[in-house]
């Protein structure tokens, strides 16, 4: 209410919210609850907890972190307390495949019969394919490479 105290009056918004005036003034100056204060204490301990995780922990294992360090405190006390200071953890990324084999093509003949050796450069060149995922989509990378040197020529 306070930082909408410049844009309505304190008695219209006790009027709307439908509370007392006096019991919102007494409010300020009452002290916190026993429940507000806990929240407070685990509160940095959850902070603790998610920074010493690089920040990696969601509230599953930061209750268990809690728990082992010998604090009492529910699963959906650790979540409320995470989501108020807007931690998350991180999820796995899912896999994705970005090739299939036909089944119905025959697979490709080996021909250096698993020799990965030359005698001399430019004698026997390899390649490869991989990805590297990126925020716009994925990027395709190729290499060719001299078996003899261990050289990418292209």
């Given at each position: 209410?306070?930082?909408?105290?410049?844009?309505?009056?304190?008695?219209?918004?006790?009027?709307?919210?439908?509370?007392?005036?006096?019991g919102?003034?007494?409010?300020?100056s009452?002290?916190?609850?026993?429940?507000?204060?806990?929240?407070?204490?685990?509160?940095?301990?959850?902070?603790?907890?998610?920074?010493?995780?690089?920040?990696?922990?969601?509230?599953?294992?930061?209750?268990?972190?809690?728990?082992?360090?010998?604090?009492?405190?529910?699963?959906?006390?650790?979540?409320?307390?995470?989501?108020?200071?807007?931690?998350?953890?991180?999820?796995?990324?899912?896999?994705?495949?970005?090739?299939?084999?036909?089944?119905?093509?025959?697979?490709?003949?080996?021909?250096?019969?698993?020799?990965?050796?030359?005698?001399?450069?430019?004698?026997?060149?390899?390649?490869?394919?991989?990805?590297?995922?990126?925020?716009?989509?994925?990027?395709?990378?190729?290499?060719?490479?001299d078996?003899?040197?261990?050289?990418?020529?292209?």
């Open positions: 209410m306070r930082s909408h105290q410049r844009t309505f009056a304190i008695e219209t918004q006790c009027r709307v919210l439908g509370i007392s005036v006096s919102f003034y007494a409010s300020r009452r002290a916190l609850s026993a429940r507000a204060r806990r929240d407070s204490e685990l509160r940095q301990k959850v902070l603790t907890s998610h920074e010493s995780s690089h920040g990696t922990y969601g509230a599953p294992r930061v209750h268990a972190d809690l728990q082992a360090a010998g604090e009492r405190v529910g699963r959906k006390r650790v979540a409320r307390l995470m989501r108020q200071a807007g931690l998350c953890g991180v999820s796995p990324r899912s896999y994705i495949s970005t090739t299939t084999r036909d089944r119905s093509e025959p697979l490709a003949r080996d021909l250096v019969k698993r020799n990965f050796t030359a005698d001399a450069p430019n004698k026997l060149w390899v390649s490869d394919i991989t990805y590297v995922p990126t925020w716009e989509g994925f990027l395709y990378l190729a290499i060719v490479l078996v003899f040197s261990r050289r990418i020529v292209g």
